[in-house]
């Protein structure tokens, strides 16, 4: 990084402590458990810090046009405390961008020596095209400052993915240890990463796009997200559109973690709840508390006061248990006020 991007940088989180006591602002009133609109929440532990972390599209803005990334941080899952800006597409530190960061996804790997490194996957509007390309930003502290590739890591669909590049899931296989990313807004795709973590296989995209369904159970739409327990690969995605009440989470299972998945019987993880004036819960994340058996959905839901009134762009993140039959699926998760 030039010595003119870390002066971009540390102007830029100067100006977010100006701003107000948001850095230093905590929330624990149960859900949302994040203030003000955010969206596409993931959420990732650190072995490091001892600390979970949630890094979100910034909402609110019409076009979702939120261009930074605020990352949030707790050591309960429900106090979480603002620290401020980790990737700002409009600064230097994606040079490539000019707004819209969408939908981040975030993987801390341990380095050789011991220490740790944060890769920040996104999707940004490039200043030449008109469609989203995906990116990856890195740190050494999952707060940042992160300092992007200098271009896109996925700028071109592989044959087979007709959408836009969004949506981006980073999964590290505890089996083979191998890396994975997933993406695809209307298609579903995964590929091997580099051990750089930087760069795709192009020889590995698969297109996986769960089959069948419709908007009142499975059919795809965006945001997959995978998770691995006891033996099976979790494969979660949303259901109709982010502005709509009846957005919604399905998953499947798989033994592979490129597939192919099968849509679980009762397919559906968490639906609206209309007489609690809860809707569109979906786009979501999962962590698993280290050390237990206690598994959280983190996702966003639209705000119930703009359910008529831009619903696509005033969302919230709230969290919730996940727990499992034996059997091994998905309890049907009924959204709560929070955790207790």
Not at 285 to 303: A, C, D, F, L, M
Request: proline share 6%; net charge neutral; hydrophobic share 35%.
């Amino acid at each position: 990084m030039t010595f003119q991007s870390k002066l971009s940088v540390s102007i830029m989180l100067l100006l977010a402590l100006i701003k107000g006591t948001t850095l230093s602002a905590k929330t624990d009133k149960g859900n949302p458990i994040l203030p003000g609109f955010h969206a596409d929440p993931e959420i990732l532990y650190s072995n490091q810090t001892g600390r979970y972390y949630i890094y979100s599209t910034t909402d609110g803005v019409a076009g979702w046009g939120g261009y930074e990334y605020f990352v949030f941080s707790s050591s309960d899952l429900k106090t979480w405390t603002n620290e401020g800006i980790a990737l700002d597409a409009k600064s230097d530190q994606v040079k490539w961008a000019k707004g819209n960061l969408w939908a981040p996804a975030a993987v801390e790997v341990k380095q050789a020596d011991g220490s740790y490194k944060y890769f920040l996957y996104f999707s940004a509007q490039p200043i030449e095209g008109k469609r989203k390309v995906m990116g990856v930003a890195v740190a050494d502290s999952p707060t940042g400052p992160f300092v992007d590739l200098g271009e896109p890591l996925l700028a071109k669909n592989h044959p087979g993915c007709n959408g836009q590049l969004i949506d981006v899931d980073v999964f590290i296989d505890p089996v083979s240890k191998k890396p994975y990313l997933y993406w695809g807004n209307s298609f579903m795709a995964g590929a091997e990463l580099e051990p750089s973590m930087t760069k795709i296989k192009d020889e590995t995209v698969t297109v996986m796009t769960p089959k069948g369904g419709t908007l009142k159970d499975y059919a795809y739409r965006e945001a997959p997200y995978v998770f691995y327990r006891n033996g099976l690969y979790y494969f979660m995605w949303s259901v109709d559109d982010t502005g709509s009440p009846n957005y919604h989470v399905a998953y499947g299972t798989a033994k592979s973690p490129l597939g192919p998945i099968e849509v679980a019987k009762d397919p559906i993880v968490m639906i609206q709840d209309p007489k609690n004036e809860i809707y569109g819960t979906a786009h979501n994340s999962v962590i698993q508390k280290p050390g237990t058996n206690e598994w959280y959905i983190v996702y966003h839901r639209i705000n119930k006061h703009h359910l008529k009134y831009q619903p696509g762009v005033h969302r919230e993140v709230c969290i919730d248990r996940m727990k499992f039959n034996a059997d091994g699926t998905i309890k049907r998760i009924v959204p709560s006020k929070g955790l207790k």
